[in-house]
């Protein structure tokens, strides 16, 4: 259990064009969904925790504004990031914790999603 | 800024037992040890969680000192296989582990 997908898996755009990435938790279901960024060589970089119903909390130094965040429902939250830039080209990683009893009260990791902005 | 201070790299041989210890020395009472695997272009992986003394699972073990202020993941007879970056964290069960700060890692290379 405690399965956590992304899609795409990668995606490759052009420079002004906004891209969504899906984060689906299979088998449970989320009441908290985190958004990070990896850059290569580096460590992962909290950008932002969503709760289902309501508005994301971004670290400091993410633009909310570019780096929208909708958690719909209990097992789907989406990161869309608008009017990309080369600069925007990372690893975004996502991580749902379980909102039920029984499974490792921790966060469970996506696959991630490269994105590279030409 | 990490909450935890590991050796950025190791060096192994297969069939090796490789211990990595991390240095939290903040840790509050309601932390929690997990330890994650992360190979390239992967989401990172679940190895083992702890709050004290030892913890034991299929793939590893985790020894935390009386004090807390540090742990130690080892890794039995490692593979090539297990060549990872491996991620420290500490954080408040009690909240779901609301922001977890990954430190740096420990990038461990293993050669035959």
């Known amino acids: 259990g405690a399965v956590v997908s992304q899609h795409p898996s990668w995606v490759i755009c052009k420079s002004g064009t906004s891209v969504k990435i899906e984060c689906r938790s299979l088998?449970?279901?989320?009441?908290?969904m985190f958004w990070y960024r990896q850059f290569p060589k580096q460590s992962l970089m909290l950008m932002a925790t969503?709760?289902?119903?309501?508005?994301?909390?971004?670290e400091q130094g993410v633009e909310k504004d570019k780096f929208l965040i909708n958690h719909a429902s209990l097992t789907l939250s989406t990161l869309t990031v608008t009017s990309a830039h080369p600069e925007d080209s990372s690893f975004y990683i996502c991580?749902?914790?379980?909102?039920?009893?029984?499974?490792?009260?921790?966060?469970?990791f996506g696959p991630g999603t490269r994105l590279t902005v030409l | 800024l990490a909450k935890t201070t590991q050796p950025i790299s190791m060096d192994s041989y297969e069939g090796q037992e490789v211990n990595i210890t991390c240095s939290h020395n903040?840790?509050?009472?309601?932390?929690?040890i997990t330890w994650y695997q992360q190979f390239p272009s992967q989401g990172p992986r679940f190895i083992i969680q702890?709050?004290?003394t030892k913890v034991t699972n299929e793939v590893a073990s985790l020894f935390i000192p009386a004090d807390r202020k540090s742990s130690t993941l080892s890794l039995p007879r490692v593979s090539l296989s297990d060549t990872a970056v491996y991620y420290c964290?500490?954080?408040?069960?009690?909240?779901?582990?609301?922001?977890?700060?990954f430190g740096t890692g420990t990038r461990l290379l293993v050669s035959p």
């Open positions: 991580s749902a914790r379980p909102g039920r009893e029984g499974l490792r009260d921790t966060q469970y």
């Open positions: 088998d449970f279901q989320a009441t908290t």
């Open positions: 969503s709760n289902e119903g309501s508005k994301a909390t971004y």
């Open positions: 903040n840790i509050a009472t309601n932390d929690y």
């Open positions: 702890g709050y004290k």
């Open positions: 964290l500490v954080g408040d069960k009690n909240t779901g582990f609301q922001k977890l700060v």
